[in-house]
């Protein structure tokens, strides 16, 4: 043994073996810890609305069916996929340079992103098509939407400014080009002359809107208005007789006043219209659609027809409500000097409302609504509570609330709720719902004049 660790030769062996094992043992190790570290920092995300540049001849084609933004996901290392996520300087490119008139499928493509990371793009292709660019001049239409125009006044032919506007497109939209519109939807309701900026939109002979360029976007339009009328008072008048066994109690219109169009000398003698309706054939509730009448001389009336909410009841419980309200009326009084005697304020009692209005919120501006029950919009409330708290609260102090905030176009029914009132203070609505029809408004569209 001396004679071997005495030996040179002998110990540079050893060193040599010892030193190949430390080397096999330390690259295992470190081979290990990188496949872990690579693995445990890998990582994926998914980035939405990455704008898409095309490139081809601008000059003389006209692209479209490219989208305008597209779904990126990248995978790779975490650091390097964070990176690329924050700053987005990575580009998702359609390369249509050669491409050739017609339709055709491209494929989608990023460039100045790391060769490290992988990359799928949503949706890789696009169906593309190349046409010839034309640009021609088009006369641009004005629309105005109900509510830009005030009742009783009118809109007198509007002045556009640029009259005509530039498309640019390909060669078979620009023929298929049929209509171009500036509408105006603002809720003004001017009475008199303004200006706004309309928005410049291209539709074929289906109205479909088509994918083109308009310059400008927007045109400068001013409308005059002028006065056409005079806004009257509707007043209804009963005709012939219900049933034998039916009252009417009352006759609301949806509309309390209405616009007679005339001369000046015409509607100065005009104070009201009365609107005659017919109940003879009356037998429950109802709605009643009736034409408003134009007065003597005058040449029009806006609108030219209203609803009629008819409220019904029949005799005998009109006879029996009657009696039973004057017994109250009788009990209340003797109880009332009763208790004023005694001093009493705590005793509970109930005093009863009839006709009070039911007002709508919370519509949304797209809706308009139509109440159907109850027909003449208004109901009976009973309040109870302390005596001393009751005889304080009279009919004007209560709003009964149908609230619509969360009612769609159709049929709506919603509890009604009261307020105004003490908390100590019980209530009960008859009837305690109302029935709604919404509909979604719709914005006025006058004739369009196809563009030649």
């Known amino acids: 043994m001396d004679r071997i660790l005495n030996n040179k030769w002998s110990i540079r062996i050893i060193a040599l073996l010892l030193a190949a094992i430390l080397f096999t043992s330390v690259h295992a190790s470190n ?3 990188t496949s872990f570290s690579t693995t445990s920092s890998s990582d994926s995300e998914v980035i939405e609305n990455v704008p898409v540049k095309v490139y081809y001849d601008k000059t003389n084609l006209y692209i479209s069916g490219v989208p305008e933004t597209v779904t990126v996901t990248i995978s790779g290392p975490r650091s390097i996929v964070q ?5 987005q300087d990575f580009t998702v490119y359609a390369d249509l340079k050669n491409a050739s008139i017609g339709t055709q499928e491209v494929k989608l493509q990023v460039k100045d992103l790391s060769d490290r990371l992988k990359v799928k793009i949503d949706p890789a292709s696009v169906s593309v098509n190349v046409q010839e660019k034309v640009t021609k001049k088009f006369s641009v239409d004005v629309e105005l939407s109900k509510s830009v125009i005030a009742d009783g006044y009118q809109a007198g ?11 640019t497109g390909a060669k078979d ?3 298929q080009i049929a209509y171009v519109k500036a509408t105006l939807e603002d809720d003004g309701n001017h009475k008199s002359e303004f200006t706004d900026k309309a928005t410049v939109s291209v539709f074929d002979s289906n109205l479909n809107k088509l994918d083109v360029d308009v310059s400008p976007q927007e045109v400068e339009v001013t409308v005059p208005v002028e006065k056409v009328g005079k806004s009257v008072p509707v007043k209804i008048k009963q005709e012939g007789t219900p049933e034998s066994d039916i009252e009417i109690s009352s006759m609301t219109p949806d509309k309390s006043e209405v616009v007679v169009v005339g001369d000046d000398a015409v509607l100065d003698k ?3 219209i009365e609107i005659p309706i017919d109940v003879s054939k009356i037998k429950a509730d109802t709605v009643k659609e009736v034409t408003v009448p134009v007065p003597n001389g005058a040449k029009s009336v806006q609108p030219t027809t209203i609803e009629v909410k008819i409220k019904t009841i029949k005799k005998s419980e009109a006879n029996t409500e009657t009696n039973t309200s004057d017994n109250k009326n009788d009990d209340t009084n003797s109880n009332d000097s009763t208790k004023d005697d005694s001093g009493d304020n705590d005793t509970k009692i109930s005093k009863s409302f009839s006709n009070i209005q039911v007002y709508m919120s919370g519509l949304k501006s797209t809706l308009d609504a139509q109440m159907i029950t109850p027909a003449n919009g208004k109901v009976s409330v009973t309040i109870t509570g302390e005596k001393k708290t009751i005889d304080g609260i009279s009919a004007k102090d209560l709003s009964v609330i149908a609230n619509l905030s969360k009612g769609k176009a159709g049929d709506y029914s919603i509890p009604l709720e009261l307020n105004g009132l003490p908390d100590n203070v019980a209530y009960v609505i008859n009837p305690t719902n109302a029935d709604f029809i919404l509909t979604e408004k719709e914005a006025q569209n006058s004739v369009p004049s196809k563009n030649t």
């Open 31 to 33: 081979k290990d810890t």
């Open 83 to 87: 990176s690329a996520k924050a700053q």
């Open 157 to 167: 032919t509007p002045i556009i400014d640029p009259k005509k506007v530039s498309i």
């Open 173 to 175: 939209t620009i023929e």
């Open 270 to 272: 005009i104070k009201e």
